[in-house]
């Protein structure tokens, strides 16, 4: 069956870098495209990045653009996020998700498998 794994949540301080990243299996990851979400206590699950089948295209959120990265190996089957300058406004469970068609990366609707999520956790 379809997997999705993240890791590499943790507690960093405010400025620090984490990189999280979400192993898959079970489907043929060159075929999906990939994004991130975070969802903060209270509050609803938002999109963070996606990146397209081949990497060649990226997406963000604007309060993200800058400081995060989003990138794929397709050897791996693996996507990764890459964060910067991280905000205690940062904190927040990160999932990922995959999505066989481009209709709507923007929205959780729009994404066929997710991962359980991986906490992030940054303190002023």
């Known amino acids: 069956q379809v997997q999705l794994v993240e890791s590499g949540g943790g507690l960093v301080q405010a400025g620090g870098s984490l990189r999280v990243s979400c192993a898959t299996s079970g489907l043929t990851f060159s075929s999906y495209a990939m994004g991130w979400f975070r969802q903060a206590p209270g509050k609803d699950r938002e999109f963070a990045a996606a990146i397209t089948r081949t990497g060649s295209t990226t997406a963000y959120t604007d309060s993200i653009k800058g400081r995060f990265t989003i990138s794929r190996d397709n050897a791996k089957n693996t996507v990764y996020l890459q964060m910067n300058s991280l905000k205690p406004e940062d904190t927040a469970v990160y999932y990922c998700?995959?999505?066989?068609?481009?209709?709507?990366?923007?929205?959780?609707?729009?994404?066929?498998?997710w991962g359980q999520g991986t906490q992030v956790t940054v303190s002023s």
């Open positions: 998700a995959a999505a066989r068609y481009y209709s709507s990366l923007r929205e959780p609707s729009g994404y066929d498998y």
